[in-house]
């Protein structure tokens, strides 16, 4: 019997260690070691502490609405299908409606619920970007109508790093979009995907860390 050939599998996460960037004033990442295999421990074990937004990560309704869901309370159906990676590299500081155009209507005509957009040629893995580039509310809003349900970027938010209003996150509350940030999509080409980035259970949580991965379509 002939098995199939696996899938290619595309890992667009961040990796996560104590030099991993965080928001300015954030909580980054730190590991010790409670037990270590040696005379009488059979076992390593480790502890952590770190921000759930460190790495790549799904934010959570409760992160930019008091009122909002943990994430551990939000359905998972927006975390997993297909996707379109669309590629709008170098186009801060924020991404336009223009700057997606191009493959808004690809393939058969119709958007997938979930899409990623790629902007930095290089994700910088090693450093805080105070530039980053963001999404436009405006750009959301429309993806929104046309069906989305959850938006991602390479960059760590979907508002610019300084932003005291976060209306891009506003309109997310609003329209009811789950998103992704610090995604890794270097290597991705434009094209559509199925997306696999669910988060952990975390019952209070604003945030968690998800390992996201995207898989060829048959």
């Not at 005291?164 to 891009?168: A, G, I, M, P």
């Not at 997306?195 to 259970?201: D, N, Q, S, T, Y």
């Given at each position: 019997m002939t098995l199939p050939s696996p899938q290619r599998l595309w890992d667009?996460?961040?990796?996560?260690?104590?030099?991993a960037p965080v928001f300015p004033?954030?909580?980054?990442?730190?590991q010790s070691w409670c037990a270590t295999i040696g005379p009488g421990c059979p076992v390593n074990v480790s502890a952590i502490?770190?921000?759930?937004?460190?790495?790549?990560?799904?934010?959570?309704?409760?992160?930019?609405?008091?009122?909002?869901?943990?994430i551990g309370d939000v359905a998972l159906d927006a975390f997993i299908g297909p996707c379109r990676v669309i590629h709008a590299i170098g186009r801060g500081p924020l991404v336009t409606w223009e700057h997606i155009a191009h493959a808004v209507q690809a393939g058969d005509g119709a958007l997938p619920a979930r899409v990623l957009v790629r902007t930095y040629e290089?994700?910088?893995?090693?450093?805080?970007d105070s530039q980053l580039a963001a999404f436009a509310p405006e750009t959301i809003e429309r993806l929104?109508?046309?069906?989305?349900?959850?938006?991602?970027?390479?960059t760590a938010s979907i508002d610019p790093a300084d932003s005291?209003?976060?209306?891009?996150h506003q309109v997310i509350r609003r329209r009811g979009l789950r998103v992704l940030e610090n995604l890794v999509l270097d290597d991705v080409p434009e094209g559509d995907y199925e997306?696999?980035?669910?988060?952990?259970?975390l019952t209070t949580a604003d945030a968690s860390p998800v390992r996201?991965?995207?898989r060829a379509l048959r």
């Open positions: 667009i996460s961040a990796p996560v260690h104590a030099a004033g954030d909580t980054a990442y730190a502490t770190l921000s759930p937004h460190v790495g790549t990560h799904a934010d959570a309704p409760l992160h930019y609405d008091p009122a909002g869901a943990s290089r994700m910088p893995v090693d450093r805080w929104a109508d046309q069906g989305v349900v959850l938006v991602g970027i390479d005291k209003t976060l209306d891009s997306l696999v980035a669910l988060p952990l259970k996201a991965v995207l």
